[in-house]
């Protein structure tokens, strides 16, 4: 028997093929305005968080550039001035590849957590397959506070990164509403 784990790639899903207009392999922009949007309440008395970026590799350097620029282009991010700045790192993924990552900890212990109920997280993982939740939109008024710094710049984003505390919670509402309508 082979112990090995099979890695399913989306395009072998059959649904998947079968509505190619519902699962782009690319996602075009941002996300439709939906009535579910992240917000970010902070404890009382919080001030903006702001950290020097951490020193990366020249080769995470090249990666990093062509990230930010594949982030602003599907305007995912954009430049920011925001009193707020959280530093970046890579780590890499187990194909070889390197994923971007902001250290959000110290925002996430000045953020109020909700208690909204989660799946068991190891069944969340299984569903989402490596997915990243890039696809609910960040508040206006909360899109400062999630910006990071890097050398070439500082920017924010637009819709809900990885490593926020309470971006599961707020995934889980969206796909309990959609659901809700689909199947009553």
């Known amino acids: 028997m082979n112990t090995k784990e099979i890695e399913l790639k989306i395009e072998s899903v059959p649904i ?25 309440e902070l ?53 070889g590849s390197m994923r971007l990552c902001i250290d959000y900890r110290k925002l996430n212990k000045v953020t109020v957590k909700n208690k909204y109920p989660l799946l068991r997280i190891v069944d969340l993982f299984d569903q989402l397959k490596g997915a990243t939740v890039l696809l609910v939109r960040v508040k206006d008024s909360d899109v400062p506070k999630i910006a990071f710094r890097t050398r070439y710049g500082h920017y924010e984003f637009l819709v809900i990164p990885f490593g926020l505390t309470n ?18």
């Not at 995470?60 to 282009?73: R, S």
């Not at 919670?169 to 009553?184: E, P, T």
């Open 16 to 40: 998947v093929c079968e509505y190619p207009d519902v699962f782009p392999k690319e996602l075009p922009g941002l996300p439709p305005i939906r009535e579910t949007e992240f917000g970010i």
């Open 43 to 95: 404890a009382l008395d919080t001030t903006p968080i702001s950290i020097a970026p951490y020193r990366i590799a020249p080769t995470e350097l090249k990666e990093l550039k062509a990230q930010l620029q594949e982030l602003t282009d599907k305007g995912f991010t954009r430049p920011s001035y925001s009193p707020w700045g959280a530093p970046i790192l890579f780590v890499k993924k187990k194909d």
């Open 167 to 184: 971006a599961p919670s707020i995934f889980m509402d969206l796909m309990n509403l959609i659901f809700l309508a689909i199947f009553g």
